[in-house]
């Protein structure tokens, strides 16, 4: 799926949200991408606990169980919320979506491994960080 426009973008984060969304375009941009829609237009859809709710709610939906070492990650998902927010902040409240997650993808947290910047693989995908807000254990968040 071109993640190219804001029609697109909005398309994605709604499917994302009422769990039609293929399986196949939850990839790596389009995580970022609902996250960016949904911290615009979806603010309380973008909260931790609500964004736990939503995102296992989808991997239930899409057939991935969420268990101790699959599905939904608590760690990764803050973490991933906290990078789109500060590309949203950095680029100002009129940015256009597609602008601000291209600018996302191009940086460090647009590689699939960014998350081993700052935390040891064993930390990032033990039990503890898959079920609750671990913090980094190599280097804090840049933002």
Not at 67 to 80: F, K, L
Not at 121 to 134: C, D, N, Y
Request: hydrophobic content about 45%.
């Amino acid at each position: 799926m071109k993640l190219t426009t804001d029609e697109a973008i909005e398309r994605l984060a709604r499917a994302m949200v009422d769990c039609s969304l293929p399986k196949a375009d939850w990839t790596h941009e389009g995580h970022f991408a609902a996250a960016l829609w949904l911290l615009r237009h979806r603010p309380e859809l973008a909260e931790y606990d609500a964004m736990r709710r939503l995102i296992s709610r989808y991997n239930e939906a899409t057939n991935t169980p969420n268990t101790d070492d699959g599905g939904y990650h608590h760690s990764i998902t803050i973490a991933s919320l906290r990078a789109a927010a500060h590309h949203l902040a950095v680029q100002g409240p009129y940015a256009p979506l597609p602008s601000v997650l291209a600018t996302l993808m191009a940086s460090p947290q647009g590689r699939s491994d960014w998350l081993l910047a700052h935390w040891r693989r064993e930390t990032l995908f033990s039990v503890a960080a898959r079920r609750e807000w671990v913090a980094p254990d190599r280097a804090p968040l840049p933002f």
